[in-house]
């Protein structure tokens, strides 16, 4: 079982930043592949980012490429989205997400946070 609380959402400009936090309680973390979601208002969740439970291993949707960056710190239980460029299109509820496995899956993610607003103004 694995507790996933995100943190860091707010209000920021076209072309700002901020870094989003995904805070981990359970003793299966770092079993753990993290991917971060997100859901606008009348529009699908969609993938945004993941990472392998070593860290060695990162994908992203070609939408956030070269803007936001995911990382891990699996001693404090803690996984990152660096989030640079943002854009009034970035706005979203944004969501972590564990799923026990080696590997690096875009979906079927089997434990969620409760999320985090991110707006974007122009």
């Known amino acids: 079982q694995v507790q996933l609380v995100e943190s860091g959402g707010g209000l920021v400009q076209a072309g700002g930043s901020l870094r989003l936090s995904c805070a981990a309680s359970g003793p299966t973390f770092s079993n753990c592949a993290i991917g971060w979601f997100r859901q606008a208002p009348g529009k699908e969740r969609e993938f945004v980012a993941a990472i392998t439970r070593s860290g060695y291993s990162i994908t992203y949707a070609d939408s956030v490429k070269g803007r936001f960056t995911i990382s891990r710190d699996n001693r404090k239980n803690t996984v990152y989205l660096q989030m640079n460029s943002l854009k009034p299109e970035d706005t979203a509820t944004y969501y972590c997400?564990?799923?026990?496995?080696?590997?690096?899956?875009?979906?079927?993610?089997?434990?969620w946070g409760q999320g985090t607003q991110v707006t974007v103004s122009s």
């Open positions: 997400a564990a799923t026990q496995t080696a590997y690096l899956p875009r979906s079927s993610y089997d434990y």
